[in-house]
């Protein structure tokens, strides 16, 4: 069953530094997703894209945060300058459809230090 | 704002039991609402997509309930199994909005 897949699985970076997560979603899939989860606490939702554009943003997705979608396989998560509290699990999730259930890769685990 | 809740937050029961997990959401324009298993240090695996218009989805073991009016929905496994022990998550996505609402979970335990 084709799967969304995330890389890396750990991503270990300094305060400060710049970092990308990347994620291949389900290939005949249409909307885009980024979602994170601080330890022992809820998914949040990040970011909705869809037709090269983003269509919904979180209030936690400042100017700190941009996404792309460089080509027909890829959609990325960059993150400019990273800080302590960005620590957290991200996970990328694709849909083919709104009325479609949308699917989740297995997460990046994000450690700034 | 959309908030998602969901009773109880841990449940043991053993094995062969039918259970039913609880989520509530406080504002009723609603676009669809999902269903997740998340196991420890694992990404969400769908169940159950139910849309706004529908009362009831149907999975082998598992049927979740949509009641829109009153803000609820329920999960029901029958026969439980080991095998279902993971957190179960409950998402709304709101009317004309493309994200989801999460709860905070309900982690179950099937003892053998």
């Known amino acids: 069953e084709p799967e969304v897949t995330q890389t890396p699985s750990h991503q270990v970076t300094q305060m400060g530094q710049e970092v990308i997560l990347r994620c291949v979603p389900i290939?005949?899939?249409?909307?885009f997703y980024w979602y994170r989860q601080i330890l022992g606490q809820k998914v949040e939702f990040l970011v909705s894209f869809y037709n090269n554009e983003i269509s919904e943003k979180s209030e936690i997705f400042d100017d700190q945060f941009s996404v792309e979608r460089p080509d027909g396989s890829n959609f990325t998560l960059k993150i400019r300058s990273t800080k302590l509290e960005d620590s957290a699990m991200y996970f990328c999730?694709?849909?083919?459809?709104?009325?479609?259930?949308?699917?989740f890769g297995d997460g990046t685990r994000l450690s700034i230090l | 704002k959309q908030e998602v809740t969901q009773i109880p937050a841990a449940l043991s029961v053993p094995e062969g039991e039918n259970l039913v997990l609880n989520c509530s959401f406080t504002d009723s324009a609603i676009y669809n609402l999902q269903w997740f298993r998340q196991d420890p240090g694992k990404g969400l695996t769908s169940l159950l997509l139910?849309?706004?218009?529908?009362r009831e989805q149907t999975s082998g073991r598992l049927n979740a309930s949509l009641d829109k009016s009153s803000g609820r929905s329920t999960l029901y496994i029958a026969a439980s199994q080991p095998g279902d022990s993971a957190t179960y998550l409950c998402?709304?996505?709101?009317?004309?909005?493309?994200?989801?609402?999460f709860g905070s979970g309900t982690k179950l335990n099937v003892k053998p």
């Open positions: 139910i849309q706004s218009s529908q």
């Open positions: 999730a694709s849909g083919q459809t709104l009325n479609q259930p949308q699917h």
């Open positions: 290939s005949n899939h249409l909307y």
């Open positions: 998402a709304v996505s709101p009317y004309n909005f493309n994200k989801f609402y």
